[in-house]
């Protein structure tokens, strides 16, 4: 220390002599302090002196010097050795934060950078195209989807909603999905790309209205881990169609009163139209006569229409009346369309129109006066009924020449049976033809008078049934003079309301038994014997010729004495047998037309076992005492209930048993 003490103090002393000492070389010097002959100059002289000088302040003790001049020179070396550490620790914290720093700013700027790649409202879809069309032309729009971000869009898919008004055209690049929808597989969409699809849709609704396209884009950013769905809906407008429809006719009719409506039809596209086709709405009220039109197989009340030219307008007539309220406001509709998948029905355009009900001149009424069931109107095969018509003259002029007719159709009418007072029966046109020469008061009815025929005819019972067709017999009345005219119609004509009779089903209950030749072997004696056992093999057959039953129920009733022997077969259904009733049940959930005709027999065979006892004759003892169905006969809506009588032993027969 005192050696580093005394380097410290020469480093600072003013005169820096030993610094200029060590300038000179050591040959400057008389080393040994002898004389060698060699000059020593006046410098050399005076070097030596303060050197010597300079040593004997060095032998001088430390303590001589003051506390105050230790403390000056001692503040400088603490100060290097305690600076140095503190500024590496602070270059140290320095560098540590500033690295975390930038480690920080670098996490954000990257966050900031990845959310900026993408943002929902970057993604676009869009419907380009006309926003209005015409009802029956066809639709193009062109579906645009872009990705406005810089990352990638995996895995996108197009929803794409229509309305029942289109009819979508499908091209390659779609896929059918659920009722009223279809996709577009769009793939992966980059960063700023976009794709472009053509669409096709068919225009089918009535005009003057609007509609919606629904898009919903599914897709998932390649930064994202969930999926994100855009939607967007666009709406149209339906202004007019290619085909333009109206309907006119008189404004007031009778009821009964043979009303023509005219259909004007006009083709207001630049190709011609074919496959056009005509629905009527008709209320309950209208009676559809004809239209001149090609009826459509299995409607009632749709047309074709033949092809309509470029520019071409046409009348089309259809014919019918009404029967309503006195004063009330009856509407007919018709529509033209075409016809779709499954038949149905794609409208086009409409028309309607509306009359009013009033007082009839003349009144025509049909009833059956006997052979049905008055609160269901039905009959049973093989019955007979009368029909009564009446006519009345409710104006105040005479009316003349009257023609009345009844128009009748139904498979089950049996022609060879028709009964009536005068008239005559056109069997190629099924109707029956009154004139002035067959009934006096067609010649000429005064006003307020009346009068009336009769006729009838029996059902049939031979009919083979078409299979799953319901049977009935309608009739009709109408009555026309010459005396009333109109401006549609030179000959009014009034119609009476249609008379609906539903015919039953025949339901047959058919028993039989056997012993020999079964599919159970029986045993016994025969002619049965007084305490000996002898078995059977009993058959019930079911036949339903034209009507549905629902849930028939079959009860075999065997007498206390017939034991059951747990032996049976069915086509069909349910067996169970009760021990303590003796009676058996035969069960179904339904039982269909044409069972037994055009279907196979349901049948059940079972086997049962008789033992006579003392004073009774074998032969008049019952194996049966009865056999009852019931059931809910449908198209009639009403019960149904067929029983047959008691099966004795003397009944049983070699029945041919078909298995």
């Not at 070389?25 to 006046?42: A, E, F, L, R």
């Not at 970057?122 to 645009?144: C, H, M, P, Y």
């Not at 810089?150 to 999905?177: A, N, W």
């Not at 009507?547 to 349910?574: A, F, M, Q």
Request: proline share 3%; charged share 25%.
């Amino acid at each position: 220390m005192v050696a580093l003490r005394d380097l410290h103090r020469k480093l600072h002393n003013r005169d820096n002599s030993d610094l200029t000492k060590r300038e000179h070389s050591p040959d400057d010097y008389n080393v040994d302090g002898n004389d060698t002959g060699k000059k020593t100059d006046s410098k050399q002289i005076e070097f030596n002196k303060a050197e010597n000088e300079n040593q004997q302040i060095e032998k001088k003790p430390l303590v001589s010097e003051s506390k105050e001049e230790n403390r000056i020179h001692e503040i400088p070396l603490q100060d290097s050795e305690e600076g140095f550490f503190v500024k590496n620790k602070i270059r140290l914290f320095v560098g540590t934060m500033g690295t975390l720093l930038i480690l920080i700013l670098g996490a954000v700027f990257y966050v900031k950078f990845k959310q900026s790649s993408f943002k929902q409202e970057n993604v676009l879809i869009e419907f380009q195209g006309v926003k209005e069309t015409r009802s029956g032309d066809q639709l193009a729009q062109r579906l645009i989807v872009e990705n406005n971000n810089r990352t990638s869009l995996e895995d996108t898919k197009i929803k794409i909603i229509f309305p029942e008004e289109l009819i979508p055209v499908y091209s390659s690049f779609m896929e059918q999905g659920p009722s009223g929808s279809f996709y577009i597989n769009t793939g992966n969409l980059f960063g700023f790309e976009k794709k472009e699809y053509e669409l096709q849709f068919k225009v089918n609704s009535s005009f003057d209205s609007q509609f919606y396209l629904n898009t919903e884009f599914n897709y998932m950013p390649d930064n994202f881990s969930s999926n994100f769905v855009k939607e967007n809906s666009f709406l149209y407008d339906i202004k007019g169609s290619v085909v333009s429809f109206s309907l006119v006719s008189q404004q007031e009719a009778a009821n009964g009163e043979t009303l023509k409506f005219i259909g004007i039809l006009n083709n207001n596209n630049n190709f011609e139209m074919d496959n056009l086709i005509l629905e009527i709405e008709k209320g309950t009220a209208f009676q559809f006569e004809e239209s001149g039109l090609e009826k459509i197989e299995g409607s009632e009340n749709r047309f074709r229409i033949s092809k309509l030219g470029v520019g071409e307008k046409r009348a089309i007539d259809i014919l019918g009346n009404f029967n309503g309220e006195i004063n009330s406001i009856q509407k007919l509709s018709g529509k033209i369309g075409l016809l779709g998948e499954n038949n149905n029905f794609l409208e086009i355009t409409s028309a309607e129109e509306s009359v009013k009900i009033i007082p009839s001149r003349i009144t025509m009424d049909q009833e059956v006066v006997s052979g049905i069931k008055l609160n269901n109107q039905t009959v049973g095969i093989g019955q007979s009924l009368v029909y009564r018509l009446t006519f009345k003259n409710n104006s105040s002029s005479p009316l003349s020449d009257l023609i009345l007719t009844e128009k009748l159709e139904g498979a089950l009418i049996d022609e060879a049976s028709f009964k009536m007072k005068n008239g005559y029966y056109n069997a190629n046109t099924k109707e029956i033809i009154w004139k002035a020469s067959d009934v006096a008061s067609l010649k000429i009815l005064n006003p307020g008078e009346s009068g009336s025929v009769e006729f009838g005819f029996r059902v049939r019972d031979d009919l083979f049934p078409e299979e799953g067709k319901n049977q009935t017999i309608e009739t009709q009345a109408k009555i026309s003079s010459l005396n009333i005219d109109t401006n549609l119609l030179k000959n009014k004509e009034i119609s009476s309301e249609k008379e609906i009779v539903k015919i039953k089903t025949n339901l047959e209950i058919l028993t039989s038994a056997d012993y020999d030749n079964t599919i159970f072997k029986n045993k016994g004696p025969l002619p049965v014997v007084s305490g000996e056992e002898t078995t059977f093999t009993f058959k019930v057959e079911l036949k339903n010729n034209f009507n549905k039953v629902r849930s028939p129920k079959i009860l075999v009733k065997l007498p206390s004495g017939i034991i059951w022997k747990d032996n049976y077969r069915r086509s069909s259904g349910e067996v169970n047998f009760n021990s303590r009733t003796n009676e058996l049940t035969w069960n179904f959930s339904s039982l269909n037309s044409g069972v037994g005709y055009n279907q196979p027999t349901e049948e059940l065979l079972f086997q049962i076992g008789i033992i006579p006892q003392n004073g009774h004759s074998g032969n008049n003892l019952n194996l049966i005492n009865s056999v009852v169905l019931n059931g809910y006969e449908e198209f009639v809506e009403e019960n149904i209930f067929v029983e047959t009588r008691e099966f004795k032993v003397d009944n049983v027969n070699d029945y041919d048993f078909q298995y």
